[in-house]
């Protein structure tokens, strides 16, 4: 029936494992830059895949992400694919987290353990048509259609009131959550909250250009990179490496976790659709003015981190975050906090939703 909740095991072939290893070793590289603004430096990439091939052990991940425990259901008539960690405590409080691109679930599994013995019992979706969500196939999958879908799964985990968490698109969404479903959500946890802001932060021209062709043309790149996983990992490990905090970066197995999984899954041209589902809306709260359907009323915890691509002031975001009850401004971190400061990540959150839970 459409309601069930399947238990999901991941068991990745050998053979789709050998198939990616052949095809890093038969890259076709190009010449270096003759600058290097203009984009993933040769050498850099070469040891990064080299590592791939070599040094890099996917099943020990496979064995993590089925240690949390996986399950996937049907909304919407879209087969929805997520972890979910349980707190030892009895009074734990249901917390839904939502990652973004180029994100995964794997982007939250450092932080897990420190979440449910803070008392959190965690459910992390992958986006449709992310990891090993189904695919849409026609248009309507936006944010504002995540956040219904999660308000379905987490009514039917059982959930009569839950905190929604999330970074990079899953700040979008639980911005939507915490308007749709404002009589089961007690707050929404935003890292970093998107309003329209004048001061720094903002993404440089020169890093925009990913953003514009997932916007435009996402099936065009799609072909690139669900055939070369040298081409995807120029393409996804470039904003891993320079949207983080120089000081606390992400180590280099979670980046390979990162890259594996989007190649396993054959996901590079289905999620990048939901920029072209949603992007002209980030757009406009980033830049104003804001609508009068944009207001967020429930109540918000916000924490901006140094290296972070967007970083409003507490000003900026109470303009269309009506009930911001928690704003921290972090010492260290950038725009993938649960991977960077997995600890600051717990304790901000922690500290949000002791205010509402």
């Not at 990616?20 to 290097?36: F, Q």
């Not at 932080?111 to 959190?120: D, N, R, S, V, Y």
């Not at 009323?297 to 409003?312: K, N, S, V, Y």
Request: hydrophobic share 40%.
């Amino acid at each position: 029936m459409a309601t069930m909740i399947e238990p999901f095991t991941l068991a990745v072939s050998g053979g789709e494992l050998d198939d990616l290893h052949a095809r890093l070793r038969a890259t076709r590289w190009p010449e270096p830059a003759t600058d290097p603004r203009q984009g993933v430096a040769l050498e850099r990439l070469q040891k990064r895949c080299a590592r791939w091939v070599e040094g890099y052990d996917w099943r020990a991940t496979e064995r993590q992400l089925n240690a949390v425990g996986q399950f996937t259901t049907t909304i919407d008539g879209l087969q929805i694919h997520f972890l979910h960690a349980r707190s030892p405590h009895r009074d734990a409080f249901p917390l839904v987290l939502t990652h973004g691109w180029p994100g995964s679930v794997v982007e939250f599994l450092d932080a897990l353990p420190l979440l449910t013995e803070a008392g959190f019992d965690c459910v992390v979706p992958s986006l449709p048509g992310y990891g090993w969500s189904g695919k849409p196939t026609e248009p309507g999958w936006g944010v504002a259609q995540i956040a219904r879908a999660w308000a379905a799964l987490m009514a039917r985990l059982g959930y009569a009131r839950y905190g929604a968490q999330g970074t990079d698109w899953g700040t979008s969404v639980s911005a939507s959550l915490g308007q749709q479903d404002l009589l089961h959500v007690a707050g929404i946890h935003l890292m970093p909250p998107l309003a329209p802001t004048t001061t720094a932060g903002r993404q440089a021209d020169d890093d925009v250009g990913y953003s514009t062709q997932h916007r435009t043309r996402p099936q065009t790149v799609g072909y690139a990179l669900t055939d070369s996983p040298a081409g995807l990992a120029a393409w996804i490990g470039e904003k891993l490496d320079s949207w983080t905090d120089p000081r606390t970066p992400i180590r280099e197995d979670r980046i390979l976790d990162t890259l594996t999984l989007y190649w396993l899954t054959r996901t590079a041209a289905s999620s990048a659709r939901l920029y072209w589902e949603s992007l002209s809306d980030v757009t406009r709260w980033l830049e104003g003015p804001l609508e009068s359907g944009d207001r967020v009323d429930a109540p918000a915890g916000c924490t901006i981190f140094p290296h972070e691509l967007q970083r409003p002031t507490r000003d900026e975001a109470a303009a269309r975050f009506t009930d911001i009850r928690h704003w921290s401004e972090a010492g260290r971190g950038g725009h993938f906090p649960a991977l960077e400061q997995p600890g600051t990540f717990v304790a901000e959150v922690a500290a949000f939703f002791a205010l509402v839970r």
